[in-house]
């Protein structure tokens, strides 16, 4: 059974719209992470939280939002989409920041 | 500011040899963790092993082992007796040590390519 479960695994919008990714560890650890992957820039990092809280961001644009409602879930929301937002994005978890990461299987997400 | 360089785009060995992947790090650190992740054909994403910096020995995981050479901030990966399911994207990552609130970066992969 996948210990990181990601929803959904394909995602198609269309520019302009709002999406959401869903992220959920069962593994019981404490961080949670997003990163992006596409041709371009391989594994980028995104965001880091650590027992709900944002520890660490790398990304310039407020369109994405990470959201976290309780401490084994972390979402991200990204608004007015963009084609250049094609990618896969992966969640990653570990027991502590210092700790090796666990990846999720991603979220395909085409922008049309 | 924590950089991660892999030099090999690709590499094809034959099955049941041993092949190194390359591996360079920029850090102000003194204290920092190296990782080493294999993405496989379907995508996911799988840890492999780990060096820590204070650690001399290098470290060793079935039939993966690291070549750490701190002096030269390096950390090679070396994969004995290959198998056709070695086949993957391999990346090397790194987390300072200092700042606990430093994710991993990681490098631009090698893709490996094990033939019969």
């Known amino acids: 059974d996948p210990k990181i479960i990601q929803k959904p695994k394909y995602l198609v919008a269309v520019t302009g719209s709002e999406k959401i990714l869903i992220c959920e560890q069962y593994?019981?650890?404490?961080?949670m992470y997003w990163y992006r992957q596409s041709a371009k820039k391989p594994l980028e990092f995104m965001f880091s939280y650590s027992y709900q809280k944002l520890m660490d961001n790398q990304t310039a644009s407020s369109r994405f939002q990470p959201q976290s409602s309780k401490k084994n879930h972390l979402d991200l929301q990204i608004t007015a989409l963009k084609p250049d937002d094609s990618a896969t994005y992966f969640c990653?978890?570990?027991?502590?920041?210092?700790?090796?990461?666990?990846f999720g299987s991603g979220t395909r997400l085409t922008v049309l | 500011a924590q950089k991660v360089t892999q030099t090999q785009t690709s590499i094809s060995v034959m099955e049941k040899t041993t092949v190194t992947m390359d591996c360079v790090y920029e850090?102000?650190?003194?204290?920092?963790?190296l990782f080493w992740y294999k993405q496989t054909a379907s995508g996911e994403i799988v840890f492999l092993i780990r060096q820590d910096s204070y650690k001399k020995e290098n470290a060793t995981e079935g039939h993966y082992s690291l070549n750490f050479q701190k002096p030269k901030s390096s950390i090679g990966l070396i994969i004995t007796a290959t198998q056709i399911e070695d086949s993957a994207v391999y990346f090397c990552a790194m987390r300072e040590g200092r700042n606990n609130n430093n994710a991993p970066r990681f490098g631009a992969g090698t893709k490996l390519s094990v033939k019969p």
């Open positions: 990653a978890s570990s027991q502590n920041r210092a700790e090796t990461l666990y």
């Open positions: 850090t102000r650190d003194s204290s920092y963790f």
């Open positions: 593994l019981g650890h404490n961080a």
